[in-house]
Nanobody, 124 residues
Framework: QVTLVESGGGLVQAGGSLRLACVASGRTFSTNAMGWFRQAPGKEREFVSAITWRGGTTYYGDSVKGRFTISRDIAENTMYLQMNSLKPEDTAAYYC?????????????????WGQGTQVTVSS
């Protein structure tokens, strides 16, 4: 019902920046929030950031506070993640997700739809 497509990943040196985008299509009217998660090899999926779709309330994981900024363009059904001051530990596959049904929360289990992921690699 909802298709999410991420873009913007790539290879960047430590201290650099990337801007990820996620475009949603399909039946998106019930979306409560959209978020970004990341997963590095051998690690569990980690919450990065989320934004409520209508109100624009933002949430950030402790590891990215002050460095990443989430935003959305409602008209374009697009969510962005501006990543600044990137660190090697930010290296991961980044996934866009949509939370469309209760319960709502910041855990991956609350999210109903997922994108295919975009790889972010930060070199030291």
């Amino acid at each position: 019902q909802v298709t999410l497509v991420e873009s913007g990943g790539g290879l960047v040196q430590a201290g650099g920046s990337l801007r990820l985008a996620c475009v949603a299509s399909g039946r998106t009217f019930s979306t409560n929030a959209m978020g970004w998660f990341r997963q590095a090899p051998g690690k569990e999926r980690e919450f990065v950031s989320a934004i409520t779709w209508r109100g624009g309330t933002t949430y950030y994981g402790d590891s990215v506070k002050g460095r990443f900024t989430i935003s959305r363009d409602i008209a374009e059904n697009t969510m962005y993640l501006q990543m600044n001051s990137l660190k090697p530990e930010d290296t991961a596959a980044y996934y866009c997700a949509a939370d469309t049904s209760p319960p709502y929360g910041l855990s991956p289990r609350n999210y109903d739809y997922w994108g295919q992921g975009t790889q972010v690699t930060v070199s030291s």
